[in-house]
Structures are given as C-alpha cells and as structure tokens.
C-alpha cells in the first residue's frame, strides 16, 4: 500500500494578485506616457477576473506589461492568466478583460494522470476535485515523478505541495 504522497495544484493567491494591482497602479499614476490615460485595473475577486482599461491599445500593452511585471515579483504565475479580447469602453477607452485560472480543469488533471501511467513510475495518480494526488511507495519515486511533472508542459503553472511520507 502506497503511503508517501504529494499533491498536483495550481493557484493563484489573490492577496498577491491585489498587492500587484496596487503597485502597479502605483506605477501607472507616476508614470509620464501613462499620466492622463485613464488606466486603470480592477479585481472581481467573486469571479476571479482582472478588468483592464486605458485610453488606446498602446497604453493598454503597457499597462500589461507593468502589471505582468508586478505579478511576477509577487510569485503570481503568469502563466495562469487568459486574454480576453480588447474591446472599446465608453468614453473612447478599451478595455480586457483577463481571467485567472485557479486549479486544474479535468483535461489537464487526465494529461497530468496519463503521463504518469505511460511514464512507467510505480505511482499511482488520482484526480481529487481540483487537484491531482499522486502516491508511491517511497520518495525517491515521487521525487522522480515530480521532475517529470517539471519537465513536461501542460500549460498551466504547477505547484507540488503536501509531500507526506510515513
């Protein structure tokens, strides 16, 4: 019976989501191209979504990027976040919208279980809710699962937590 085990999750922490929306606004307001641009961001915390605006495309790209900047310095993975389409706001502004993605969908949990089972590694991979929960007899084998899980892509940001070992 297996009874060493670590979990596959992937998270956003929205206390650092909201430290980086306030330093980058920070930025924003100082900054002399961004100064009178009418950009700003907004967190729905409810429905995990960042809301954009600005006064052009242009400003809005900069506004990504000092965000993307922030968020990165905060241990926020960027690569978690999907792109709405830009669209224009009232009083000639545009605006995107942009989600966080915060746990891992079932397609990704079943690529996450079929590369364990094809990688021939004596664990087992379980798909719990928004997690996956991999199992092994000893650490060195999940260690080993672990490096594999780093090496491969799935497109999402992983984070291994709740290594337990009897």
Do not use: W
Not at 51 to 73: G, P
Not at 123 to 152: C, E, F, M, N, Y
């Amino acid at each position: 019976m297996p009874d060493n085990s670590f979990d596959v999750v992937s998270q956003i922490e929205l206390p650092e989501v909201t430290n980086a929306i306030q330093q980058a606004m920070k930025e924003i307001t100082t900054r002399y191209d961004l100064k009178d641009s009418k950009s700003n961001i907004e967190l729905n915390e409810k429905d995990k979504k960042l809301v954009l605006t600005s006064a052009d495309d242009f400003k809005l790209k900069a506004v990504i990027e000092i965000l993307n900047q922030k968020l990165v310095k905060r241990g926020v993975p960027i690569r978690n976040l999907t792109y709405g389409t830009v669209n224009s706001a009232s009083g000639s502004t545009v605006k995107q919208e942009i989600t966080l993605i915060s746990g891992i969908a079932t397609e990704k949990a079943k690529e996450i279980v079929k590369k364990m089972k094809d990688s021939k590694l004596k664990v087992q991979a379980a798909i719990q809710g928004d997690l996956v929960r991999i199992s092994g007899k000893d650490r060195d084998t999940l260690q080993q699962a672990i490096a594999l899980l780093k090496s491969s892509d799935f497109g999402i940001e992983l984070q291994y937590t709740n290594f337990r070992t009897n």
